[in-house]
């Protein structure tokens, strides 16, 4: 497998091509401050539907983030940051208390933040919809870029019914290995 190849399945898993560059973003509280920069993502389906992003992913969950335990990236200059999330209720997938989700973007080694398609960094202490493919590799779920942590304020929310009802009706997509 080329590492072009390697960069795409483990970044999205249904990615077809990655390029970064410079922009001007605010940081707000979610952000680092400083240099930040881009990665844009090609998919193979619309990862603005929900209904596809719920059929491409095998675990969806609504979880408060913990804590970050670590920044590891299998792909050269894009970081990826692991975070420890508390499970509220799952959607789809087992039904575990903890589990740790990949989430493609964070501080490179000069301090820039890459952020993949503009998703905010996870911020401990909030809550989302997590949507992802889970990797037995390193026992995480790479999360959807921007529609797989959807931030929300309790299961209650209305996008968090809005995910039970894609995930009850799903789009067929294209499903790569991890």
Not at 52 to 78: M, N, P
Not at 104 to 125: E, Q
Request: glycine share 8%.
């Amino acid at each position: 497998m080329n590492i072009q190849r390697t960069t795409l399945v483990i970044a999205l898993a249904a990615a077809t091509s990655l390029t970064a560059s410079a922009c001007s973003q605010g940081s707000g509280e979610d952000q680092a401050s400083g240099p930040t920069k881009t990665a844009h993502l090609s998919h193979s389906f619309d990862v603005t539907d929900q209904r596809a992003v719920a059929g491409w992913s095998d675990r969806i969950f609504v979880g408060t983030v913990e804590a970050k335990t670590g920044s590891k990236s299998r792909v050269k200059d894009l970081p990826a940051g692991q975070w420890k999330v508390r499970v509220k209720e799952t959607i789809k997938g087992p039904q575990l208390q903890v589990q740790t989700v990949s989430q493609t973007g964070g501080k490179d080694a000069d301090g820039t933040v890459i952020l993949m398609d503009g998703d905010p960094i996870l911020v401990k202490g909030k809550t989302y919809i997590f949507a992802g493919r889970y990797d037995p590799r390193t026992d995480t779920v790479v999360v959807v870029s921007k529609y797989g942590d959807v931030p929300v304020s309790d299961v209650a929310d209305t996008k968090v019914n809005a995910m039970k009802a894609s995930a009850k009706n799903p789009k067929a997509v294209h499903k790569p290995a991890i």
